[in-house]
């Protein structure tokens, strides 16, 4: 500890969220912004809210939830930001393991038998140097003792962007883009998807359809950082 306050002396570190100064036992996030963490509690009520409510009928859904409802530029929209364009997948790791910790309590885990983390493309991942989801998902792993498995499935291409697309129309976007080449080793798991955001879910249902040829009866569970609400 007194290493820690010595070097906090000497290279102060900031708050991911509001930027001012944080304390020694403070890791990414000062305890005011933590305190206004505008949480979803999803948790509390996995199989049925507004996010779980979007992989009706499209993937065998069991329980889905996030951390924070995330909106862009807002304080919840710098951790994201910087955990993908900063070089910063340290973040990842440490906020897969607060919100691990904080849903553990509410029994989210139980049951999961592995975590797979939302792939990147080959040349996505070559230019940011790592896959933020995998970074979440070793942060919820080393909580959890659930193993990580990064790679169960692949993404085989990066199609245009997604942000200006509307639910339907990104569901096509994603279409076929991921592959698993040994789906039936994950058969009769329940399997926890990682990602960064949810928005309308199709990243997730498209990586799920790769993973769950029709009767293997692979379970999906779904946990990101942040919940875009529409």
Not at 1 to 29: Q, T
Request: hydrophobic share 35%; aromatic share 10%.
């Amino acid at each position: 500890m007194l290493w820690k306050s010595l070097l906090d002396l000497i290279i102060p570190r900031p708050c991911v969220m509001c930027g001012n100064r944080l304390a020694v036992d403070e890791p990414y996030i000062c305890r005011s912004c933590n305190d206004q963490l505008p949480r979803t509690h999803y948790d509390r009520k996995p199989y049925d809210n507004k996010m779980a409510q979007l992989f009706w009928g499209l993937m065998p859904i069991e329980r889905a939830a996030a951390w924070f409802y995330y909106a862009p530029d807002t304080n919840t929209s710098r951790i994201v930001r910087d955990l993908k364009y900063h070089d910063r997948p340290d973040i990842g790791i440490s906020m897969g393991q607060a919100m691990a910790r904080e849903y553990s309590a509410s029994g989210f885990f139980d049951g999961i038998d592995l975590v797979i983390p939302v792939p990147l493309a080959r040349e996505r991942q070559r230019q940011r140097g790592y896959n933020q989801s995998a970074m979440i998902a070793r942060g919820i792993s080393r909580v959890t003792g659930i193993p990580v498995e990064e790679q169960a499935v692949r993404r085989l291409h990066f199609s245009q962007s997604q942000t200006q697309l509307d639910r339907w129309q990104r569901l096509q976007n994603v279409e076929q883009q991921f592959s698993s080449s040994r789906p039936a080793t994950w058969a009769g798991r329940h399997i926890l998807l990682v990602d960064d955001v949810t928005t309308t879910g199709a990243t997730l249902i498209a990586c799920a359809t790769a993973l769950k040829p029709k009767e293997n009866h692979i379970r999906f569970s779904v946990l990101t950082l942040g919940f875009t609400q529409s």
